[in-house]
């Protein structure tokens, strides 16, 4: 079977610092004190496994004051989705050594939302309920951002033309999906200021698979189902590029089934995948021989 290997693909920057931030303070740390994250770190539990292995626990609860109450002492460390400023504030009262792993450019969007708080709009934040980005955002200022999901919550939120009103989004998100709830917005709310926030890694590997779907007969997406990006490269693959997709966790997951009657098959991987996975998936795909359609 012929790979076709999607590139850009796999880590981006802000995964990358955050795994090197979280195995220094294991190794630096670790034999004196414990040291947890406090979530996955980043979504993939391969990593986590690694990351556990080097002296960092991992503490899964969503809710992450929740999780904080778990943790009684040491170095406590905030995933790369960023983590809202009452924890912050919880943890150092709780006399915890606190090391912060945010992704740069969520960081960027917790600054864009305090600079629009300040100067007084309401933010309207287009984000996944249950996602640990949008939960960190939304604790800057709860009683002054609102999150949607899609567009079809757009005609039921209660502004006006009078309200001063603001628009951004998660990271990680599909950015044509986005793009379409933020021109909705726009339509009903002229005088909204926009802001599309989705991450130049994200679009990078969104623009690039569905650019090879024009030449594959489909895409095999590398990547945990906790991962947003992950998934929206499967959803993007499906809607913009028109092609099937299908992820997978590890070579163990390919179903040759999948492949009947192709001949191209696209490989990417989500952002936060280690490039062994992606490396071991590529090859067991290329192993496979050529099964024609059933006539």
């Not at 796999?10 to 610092?17: K, L, T």
């Not at 303070?25 to 690694?50: F, I, K, Q, W």
């Amino acid at each position: 079977m012929e790979v076709v290997k999607i590139t850009p693909r796999g880590y981006c920057h802000g995964v990358v610092e955050a795994i090197r931030i979280a195995k220094r303070v294991g190794a630096d740390r670790g034999g004196s004190e414990p040291v947890t994250m406090l979530g996955y770190l980043v979504h993939n539990e391969h990593v986590t496994r690694e990351l556990e292995e080097g002296g960092v626990r991992l503490i899964p609860e969503t809710d992450r004051m929740k999780g904080l109450e778990q943790i009684r002492e040491g170095t406590v460390i905030f995933t790369a989705h960023g983590i809202s400023p009452e924890v912050v504030d919880a943890a150092r009262t709780r006399g915890l050594n606190v090391v912060d792993a945010t992704c740069s450019d969520v960081t960027r969007t917790h600054d864009l939302v305090r600079r629009l708080v300040a100067e007084d709009y309401h933010v309207i934040y287009i984000g996944k309920r249950g996602h640990p980005e949008p939960a960190g955002v939304l604790g800057i200022a709860p009683d002054r951002i609102t999150l949607i999901e899609s567009g079809d919550e757009v005609d039921s939120l209660p502004f006006t033309a009078d309200d001063k009103l603001a628009v951004t989004c998660q990271t990680t998100l599909s950015m044509w999906d986005t793009q379409s709830i933020i021109e909705a917005l726009v339509h009903r709310y002229p005088h909204i200021e926009a802001h599309n926030e989705i991450c130049l890694a994200t679009q990078e590997r969104q623009e690039a698979a569905v650019l090879a779907a024009d030449n594959v007969d489909c895409v095999v997406v590398v990547g945990s189902s906790r991962s947003s990006n992950s998934k929206r490269l499967v959803q993007v693959v499906e809607e913009k590029g028109h092609k099937p997709a299908f992820l997978v966790d590890t070579a163990a997951d390919v179903d040759p089934a999948w492949f009947t009657g192709m001949r191209r098959i696209g490989v990417t991987a989500g952002a936060s995948t280690p490039t062994h996975l992606t490396r071991a998936v590529i090859a067991a795909i290329e192993t496979l021989p050529e099964v024609p359609a059933a006539v």
